[in-house]
């Protein structure tokens, strides 16, 4: 795909991509202000990597909603623990809410933010391949909407309608 065509294809799934929640069922369940906040922090992402010329990745918006629905089907280890409590944090201070200090988590080290950015990778991946999906089968429909609007009437099926008998 051309710069200009994926960097368009971004723009417009900032706003219509699916967020990425864990299986486990409980996506109905997200905070309204986290999908909000998502939509949001999208935007921006889009926008900073388009001016460091890099690919977008998840943000921590997203990451946020992902760990919430799947620490609702089992207790995460300790390292995603940490990672979750560091983009909750961040997700809520963009929200302007403060977060309790015994909840807090303000840095990562090296191993934790390693991966962070290969789970917020991950999630933009699953995003736009559920993009190009989504796009794959509205352009096969219309090509087969088309198929059928230019074929001709001739091999249109008939309607039989029985006709009384004269005798």
Not at 32 to 57: S, V
């Amino acid at each position: 795909m051309k710069t200009e065509d994926k960097w368009i294809s971004d723009l417009v799934g900032t706003f219509i991509d699916p967020i990425i929640v864990s299986p486990g069922g409980w996506g109905a369940d997200l905070p309204e202000q986290i999908k909000k906040q998502i939509t949001i922090d999208r935007m921006l992402e889009n926008m900073k990597a388009l001016h460091e010329n890099r690919e977008p990745t998840g943000t921590d918006a997203e990451a946020t909603a992902y760990l919430f629905t799947r620490s609702l089907e089992a207790p995460l280890d300790s390292q995603w623990v940490r990672i979750y409590m560091y983009v909750f944090t961040r997700t809520m201070e963009n929200q302007k809410v403060k977060v309790p200090d015994d909840l807090r988590v303000d840095k990562l080290d090296n191993y934790d933010m390693g991966q962070l950015l290969h789970f917020k990778h991950w999630l933009y991946n699953k995003r736009a391949k559920a993009r190009e999906d989504r796009e794959r089968v509205a352009r096969r429909e219309e090509k087969q909407a088309r198929k059928e609007e230019k074929q001709p009437g001739l091999f249109e099926p008939a309607t039989y309608v029985p006709q009384q008998s004269l005798f």
